[in-house]
């Protein structure tokens, strides 16, 4: 579909054991340096509130960035995470036919939710603790969702294609476009949520409007046209939304339980702290970006013992990608504490520490989820994301009562740390139940 012509029967994805062997791997130096950009781009969003902004701003941002969590969230279970899965099993016109419903609907959806939670926040901002939302902050939030929406429906589309390299690309403009706009606005000594939303949310539609047009994705609107495919989406759907929402509840609770039990400014500190051990997320969801098709493909093929293989392969690398990354951090700590915090955010060392914990479990729940939903097993991961909020949400209301913001990321630990879990029990049954037909052989 998009840049150099693709196998007619494999649809971007390599269909025979010798092209297997030659490249296992394709793709991922050009998503770890994407998703190091990003990481970048984020932490620099993220230094300019704690160096130019009031912590009741950098809170107020935090609260909106996850309202656009949670739509993207539900553009996970509707539409990258089904498309994911079925995309990969699909071949020529039927996939582009396939692509430009996903497009239509993605686009019709975004539009509702954004505007719809505009509204909301504009009428009641108490709902996210806060005092008013004037209209340019509410308008500010409704493009950030269309602009998020849009990148992430482009980016996993390249993904699909095996075309991490045009993904790069549009990243790169992104990247570059955001940080001249948050320069601008540090010049100008204008760094607040709403202004902020607008520089992210212009970079997005900007950079990704040009890549859009060389995919030559044209959305397909109507309920006739929708109606095929979301025959396929909903029996894979009805399960991946609820387990999203969940899984959104656990993994956000913390700013929404924050803001009612240690109000804006504490959590403006755990938020701050978070922002040096994110890159983290990025890595992992740059290994899942090519590991997610990849074993798709694999599964529908039978190559079984490939899978686990490279499963087995993924967490060790996230074991040790996260315990080299915490050294470094706590080594270089005294001077990210006197150079980029300063004294507004001094001591967010057991705050960072313990955000290592967590990402130590959302690395492995990661990869574990990843794999049921390449298999189509959105039911396992519904019921995982279910006893994690069981866990974690009562424990960072009480705990954080008590304890203050240690006793609300014991709760977020918690969660994380149950919820990988049960995907990783999960993972390993759906494997032993699925039938071995060949063997790749490509870690050998």
Same mark, same amino acid.
């Given at each position: 579909?998009?840049?150099?012509?693709? /196998?007619?029967?494999?649809?971007?994805?390599?269909?025979?054991?010798? /092209?297997?062997?030659?490249?296992?791997?394709?793709?991922?130096?050009?998503?770890?340096?994407?998703?190091?950009?990003?990481?970048?781009?984020n932490f620099l969003?993220?230094?300019?509130?704690?160096?130019?902004?009031?912590?009741?701003?950098?809170?107020?941002?935090?609260?909106?960035?996850?309202?656009?969590?949670?739509?993207?969230?539900?553009?996970?279970?509707?539409?990258?995470?089904?498309?994911?899965?079925? !995309?990969?099993?699909?071949?020529?016109?039927?996939?582009?036919?396939?692509?430009?419903?996903?497009?239509?609907?993605?686009?019709?959806?975004?539009?509702?939710?954004?505007?719809?939670?505009?509204?909301?926040?504009?009428?009641?901002?108490?709902? =996210?603790?806060?005092?008013?939302?004037?209209?340019?902050?509410?308008?500010?939030?409704?493009?950030?969702?269309?602009?998020?929406?849009?990148?992430?429906?482009?980016?996993?589309?390249?993904?699909?294609?095996?075309?991490?390299?045009?993904c790069l690309q549009?990243?790169?403009?992104?990247?570059?476009?955001?940080?001249?706009?948050?320069?601008?606005?540090?010049?100008?000594?204008?760094?607040?949520?709403?202004?902020?939303?607008?520089?992210? /949310?212009?970079?997005?539609?900007? /950079?990704?409007?040009?890549? !859009?047009?060389?995919?030559?994705?044209?959305?397909?609107?109507?309920?006739?046209?929708?109606?095929?495919?979301?025959?396929?989406?909903?029996?894979? #759907?009805?399960?991946?939304?609820?387990?999203?929402?969940?899984?959104?509840?656990?993994?956000?609770?913390?700013?929404?339980?924050?803001?009612?039990?240690?109000?804006?400014?504490?959590?403006?500190? =755990?938020?701050?702290?978070?922002?040096?051990?994110?890159?983290?997320?990025?890595?992992? !969801?740059?290994?899942?970006? =090519?590991?997610?098709?990849?074993?798709?493909?694999?599964?529908?093929?039978?190559?079984?013992?490939?899978?686990?293989?490279?499963?087995?392969?993924?967490?060790?690398?996230?074991?040790?990608?996260?315990?080299?990354?915490?050294?470094?951090?706590?080594?270089?700590?005294?001077?990210?504490?006197?150079?980029?915090?300063?004294?507004?955010?001094?001591?967010?060392?057991?705050?960072?520490?313990?955000?290592?914990?967590?990402?130590?479990?959302?690395?492995?729940?990661?990869?574990?989820?990843?794999?049921?939903?390449?298999?189509?097993?959105?039911?396992?991961?519904?019921? #995982? #994301?279910?006893?994690?909020?069981?866990?974690?949400?009562?424990?960072?209301?009480?705990?954080?009562?008590?304890?203050?913001?240690?006793?609300?990321?014991?709760?977020?630990?918690?969660?994380?740390?149950?919820?990988?879990?049960?995907?990783?029990?999960?993972?390993?049954?759906m494997l032993r139940?699925?039938?071995?037909?060949?063997? !790749?052989?490509?870690?050998?």
């Amino acid at each position: 579909m998009i840049g150099q012509p693709k /196998s007619p029967d494999s649809g971007g994805l390599m269909s025979d054991g010798a /092209s297997e062997r030659k490249l296992p791997f394709q793709g991922v130096s050009h998503s770890l340096i994407d998703q190091a950009l990003l990481s970048v781009s984020n932490f620099l969003i993220g230094l300019a509130f704690i160096k130019f902004a009031t912590k009741h701003n950098y809170y107020a941002y935090s609260q909106l960035i996850g309202y656009v969590a949670l739509t993207l969230a539900i553009q996970a279970a509707l539409i990258t995470t089904t498309a994911l899965t079925l !995309l990969p099993r699909k071949q020529g016109p039927d996939r582009d036919a396939a692509t430009n419903a996903f497009f239509g609907l993605q686009l019709f959806l975004s539009t509702s939710l954004a505007l719809l939670g505009g509204l909301f926040l504009w009428s009641l901002p108490a709902a =996210i603790s806060m005092e008013a939302i004037g209209f340019p902050l509410a308008l500010a939030m409704v493009l950030m969702v269309l602009s998020s929406w849009l990148r992430e429906f482009l980016r996993n589309v390249q993904f699909i294609n095996s075309r991490a390299d045009l993904c790069l690309q549009q990243d790169v403009a992104y990247v570059v476009l955001l940080t001249l706009g948050v320069a601008a606005l540090v010049f100008a000594q204008r760094v607040r949520a709403d202004e902020m939303l607008l520089v992210i /949310s212009g970079a997005g539609i900007v /950079s990704a409007l040009p890549w !859009l047009h060389k995919a030559g994705i044209r959305p397909v609107f109507g309920r006739q046209n929708w109606a095929g495919l979301w025959g396929e989406i909903w029996p894979l #759907a009805r399960w991946a939304l609820p387990a999203g929402l969940v899984a959104w509840a656990s993994g956000n609770g913390y700013l929404l339980i924050g803001a009612n039990v240690l109000g804006p400014e504490l959590t403006a500190e =755990i938020v701050a702290a978070k922002l040096f051990m994110a890159p983290l997320g990025m890595m992992f !969801l740059s290994w899942g970006n =090519i590991f997610r098709p990849k074993v798709s493909h694999w599964l529908s093929v039978g190559a079984v013992h490939d899978v686990a293989r490279l499963t087995r392969l993924s967490i060790l690398g996230v074991a040790v990608v996260v315990v080299f990354y915490f050294l470094a951090l706590v080594v270089a700590y005294p001077l990210l504490e006197s150079q980029l915090l300063g004294e507004k955010y001094k001591g967010l060392q057991f705050d960072i520490a313990w955000w290592g914990l967590f990402f130590i479990a959302s690395g492995v729940s990661s990869i574990c989820n990843g794999l049921l939903m390449a298999g189509g097993r959105f039911r396992q991961s519904f019921y #995982a #994301a279910l006893v994690s909020s069981v866990c974690s949400i009562p424990v960072m209301y009480a705990s954080g009562l008590m304890l203050g913001k240690h006793g609300l990321m014991l709760g977020a630990v918690l969660g994380e740390a149950s919820y990988a879990a049960v995907l990783y029990f999960g993972m390993w049954r759906m494997l032993r139940s699925v039938p071995v037909q060949q063997e !790749l052989g490509v870690l050998k």
